[in-house]
C-alpha cells in the first residue's frame, strides 16, 4: 500500500521519470528555460546600462561597480546553500520562490529612486539567482528518464544560449529606447510565464537522485547535506567585505582598512568551519585532487579576467568609441555566437588531446585578443579594429570554456559532480566579483573617469595588459599542474549543488554524454 508523504511521513511515492515526447516533459523543460533566462537576462543586460544608470544618478564609478558587484556578490556568496535548500525543500518549490523573489527584486531595480536602493535591488536580485539557479539544471537531471537527460540539457542549454547573447542586444535597444529601467523590467517577462508552467508541470524531487525514478515527496527530508549556514554567512561575509575594501581603497581611510581585515579574519573563519563542520558547504576534502584543484585555480585567473573585460569594454565602447548602448551590445554578439557554435567541437577535441593543450593555448589566445583591444580608441573601425579582437578573444573561449568543464567533471568522483560544478561555479563568480571591484583601483581609475573619454580610454589601456597577464597565469598553471591524459569521464548522478553551468559548457557536456 502507499503511503501519503503529506500526510504520515512514510516512504515517498515513486513517480515515472519524464520523457521529452510527452506533454509535461516539455512543459518542464520549457520551466527550466524560462527560469535560467530570467538569470541570463538580469546579468547579461546590465553593463550596457551602465553610463546612464551613472548619468541619471550623478553617480561615481564605486556606484557602477557595485551594481554590477552588489548581485555577483549575493550569487557567489550563496549559490551552494540554494542548491542545498533545493534538496532539503523541494527543488520545484525552492526553484519557484526564486524565479518570483528574482522578478520582485527586477522590479525594485526598475523603479529604484537612487543609488543606494538600486544596489540594494541588485544585490536581492542575486538572492533570487542563488534559489533559482542550481534548481534550473537539477530539475532536469532530477525529472527526466537517463535515456532523455542528454536531449534534454542540450536544448536547456542551447535555449539558454539564445537569452545569454540577446542580452546585451536588447539591453541596448531599450536603453536607447524607454530607457535603462526597462532592462530590468525585461526579466519579470519570462519570470511571469514560468511560475504557472513551474506550478502545474514540474514534478517535485526532494534529496537523493535515482535513475528508475524521482523521489516525489511533501516532506523535506535530508537532503545531500544539511544545511551549513555558518558556512554560507562567513563566505558571503568574507567576499561583501573583500569587495567593499578594494572598491573604497581609493579613498583610504579606517574604513577601508577595517573591512579589508574583516575579509581575511572571515575568509580564515570560513576555512575553520568547512574543515570542523559535520556537513561542510565546501567539503575541503574535495580539493585533494590536484586536477580539481588545478581546474580551480585556472577558473579563477580565467573569469577574473574576463569578468574585469567585459564591464570595461562596454563603457569603453560607449564612453570612448562613441557608441550607442545597442551598438556596444550588438558589438560584443561574435564572442557569444563563436561559444555556441564550435564549443561542443572544441570539447570533441580536448578528449582527444586531453586537457594540458587547448588550457595552455586558450588563455593565451584570450589575451591575446585583450591584447588587440588596445587599438580600440577614439574613432576605432568596428571591422578593421573591434571585431577582429573580439572574434580572437571568442576563438580562445571556444578553445577553454568547455575543456575547462569536461576536465572539472572528470576530475572528482560521480557522486561529486554537483559538488564540485556547484564549487567551480562560485569560483568563476567570485573571481568576476573581484576583478571588478579591484581592476579599476590597480589602474589608477578615478570615481569620475566614466565622464570623460580620455581619462578612461588611459585606464582601458592600463587594464587590457593586466587582464592578458592573469589569463597568461592560467595558462602557465594549466601547463604545469594539468595531467596531459584523457580521463575517463563520469556520469554525474547528482546537480542539486551544481549551479548553473554557462550554456556552452552544458552543450559540450551533453554531446559527451550522449556518446557514451
Known amino acids: 500500500m502507499k503511503h501519503s508523504p503529506a500526510t504520515d511521513g512514510a516512504a515517498p511515492v515513486p513517480v515515472p521519470l519524464l520523457r521529452i515526447a510527452s506533454a509535461r516533459g ?14 541570463l537576462l538580469g546579468s547579461t543586460v546590465t553593463n550596457v546600462a551602465l553610463p546612464r544608470i551613472g548619468r541619471d544618478f550623478g553617480a561615481d564609478l564605486a556606484v557602477l561597480q557595485w551594481t554590477v558587484n552588489a548581485y555577483m556578490l549575493a550569487l557567489a556568496g550563496l549559490i551552494l546553500l540554494g542548491g542545498s535548500l533545493g534538496d532539503r525543500l523541494g527543488r520545484r518549490r525552492v526553484f519557484v520562490v526564486g524565479v518570483v523573489w528574482f522578478a520582485v527584486a527586477s522590479l525594485l531595480c526598475a523603479l529604484a529612486p537612487n543609488a543606494g536602493t538600486l544596489i540594494a535591488a541588485r544585490a536581492l536580485q542575486g538572492v533570487g539567482g542563488a534559489l533559482l539557479t542550481p534548481g534550473s539544471l537539477a530539475i532536469i537531471e532530477a525529472s527526466f528518464h537517463p535515456d532523455d537527460r542528454p536531449r534534454a540539457i542540450g536544448l536547456w542549454s542551447g535555449f539558454g544560449g539564445i537569452a545569454a547573447a540577446l542580452g546585451p542586444f536588447l539591453g541596448g535597444w531599450l536603453v536607447d529606447g524607454p530607457g535603462w529601467r526597462w532592462t ?71 574604513v577601508a582598512v577595517a573591512a579589508a581585515v574583516g575579509g581575511v579574519v572571515g575568509g580564515a573563519a570560513f576555512l575553520h568551519v568547512e574543515r570542523r563542520s559535520a556537513d561542510p558547504m565546501m567539503p575541503p576534502a574535495i580539493f585533494s585532487s590536484r586536477q580539481f584543484t588545478a581546474i580551480n585555480l585556472i577558473t579563477l585567473c580565467v573569469y577574473a579576467s574576463t569578468g574585469g573585460f567585459y564591464f570595461l569594454a562596454a563603457l569603453q565602447l560607449q564612453i570612448v568609441v562613441g557608441y550607442s548602448a545597442l551598438a556596444a551590445g550588438a558589438a560584443m554578439l561574435p564572442t557569444t555566437v563563436l561559444m555556441l557554435l564550435f564549443s561542443s567541437g572544441s570539447g570533441v577535441l580536448a578528449q582527444r588531446l586531453g586537457p594540458r593543450l587547448p588550457l595552455t593555448l586558450g588563455p593565451l589566445v584570450c589575451g591575446a585578443g585583450m591584447l588587440m583591444m588596445l587599438r580600440v580608441g577614439p574613432g576605432a573601425s568596428y571591422p578593421a579594429d573591434v571585431l577582429p579582437a573580439l572574434v580572437v578573444m571568442g576563438t580562445g573561449m571556444v578553445v577553454l570554456v568547455a575543456p575547462l568543464t569536461v576536465t572539472l567533471l572528470s576530475s572528482v568522483d560521480a557522486s561529486n559532480a554537483g559538488l564540485a560544478s556547484g564549487i567551480n561555479n562560485a569560483a568563476a563568480r567570485a573571481a568576476g566579483l573581484m576583478a571588478v571591484a579591484a581592476l579599476p583601483l590597480l589602474v589608477g581609475m578615478g570615481p569620475d573617469a ?53 550554456p556552452p559548457l552544458v552543450s559540450r557536456f551533453t554531446h559527451h554524454r550522449s556518446a557514451e
Open 26 to 39: 516539455r512543459w518542464t523543460l520549457l520551466a527550466t528555460v524560462l527560469g535560467s533566462s530570467v538569470v
Open 184 to 254: 530590468f523590467v525585461l526579466s519579470i517577462v519570462p519570470a511571469l510565464l514560468c511560475v504557472p508552467v513551474a506550478l502545474n508541470h514540474v514534478p517535485e524531487s526532494v534529496g537523493g537522485l535515482r535513475e528508475d525514478t524521482v523521489v516525489a515527496t511533501g516532506a523535506a527530508g535530508r537532503g545531500r547535506w544539511a544545511f551549513d549556514v555558518p558556512g554560507a554567512v562567513l563566505g558571503a561575509l568574507a567576499l561583501a567585505l573583500t569587495t567593499y575594501a578594494l572598491t573604497a581603497a581609493r579613498h583610504g581611510g579606517p
Open 450 to 502: 566614466y565622464r570623460s573619454g580620455a581619462a578612461f580610454d588611459a585606464s582601458f589601456r592600463r587594464a587590457m595588459p593586466l587582464c592578458a597577464g592573469l589569463l597568461a597565469v592560467g595558462a602557465a598553471l594549466a601547463f604545469a599542474l594539468l595531467r596531459q591524459t584523457t580521463a575517463a569521464p563520469h556520469r554525474p548522478q547528482r546537480w542539486a549543488h551544481g549551479g548553473l553551468l554557462e
